[in-house]
Nanobody
Framework: QVQLVESGGGLVQTGDSLKLSCACSRSIWGYAMAWFRQAPGNEREFVAGISARDGTAAYGSFAGGRFTISRENAKNTVYLQMNSLKLEDTAVYYC????????????????????WGQGTQVTVSP
């Protein structure tokens, strides 16, 4: 069973930065990886994804240049650097692994990912 473990969440103020990490129990080589988030009462939404082949990244519309996804295959780890955090970024952030290998463009649909972490809470206060 593949396990994904997120870390790095916490309580910050508006304008602060956080870097989330996601460690995978197996090699992430060949798999696109993604971050999603879910706030209370909202559906899970795509934050960012990174392809396996050449590191092509895709972002949710709200990311607006504030978020950067990266991967370190040697450590089986994916990162999400979040800058200029806003109140509306408050959510549980989940890491996910694509169900298809070597997808050239990260998919934004949760249903395309078959392994998920437990999530890490990010709370942004005024």
């Amino acid at each position: 069973q593949v396990q994904l473990v997120e870390s790095g969440g916490g309580l910050v103020q508006t304008g602060d930065s956080l870097k989330l990490s996601c460690a995978c129990s197996r090699s992430i080589w060949g798999y696109a990886m993604a971050w999603f988030r879910q706030a209370p009462g909202n559906e899970r939404e795509f934050v960012a994804g990174i392809s396996a082949r050449d590191g092509t990244a895709a972002y949710g519309s709200f990311a607006g240049g504030r978020f950067t996804i990266s991967r370190e295959n040697a450590k089986n780890t994916v990162y999400l650097q979040m800058n200029s955090l806003k109140l509306e970024d408050t959510a549980v952030y989940y890491c996910a692994q694509d169900s298809t290998t070597w997808r050239s463009v990260p998919n934004s649909m949760p249903g395309e990912y078959n392994y998920w972490g437990q999530g890490t809470q990010v709370t942004v206060s005024p």
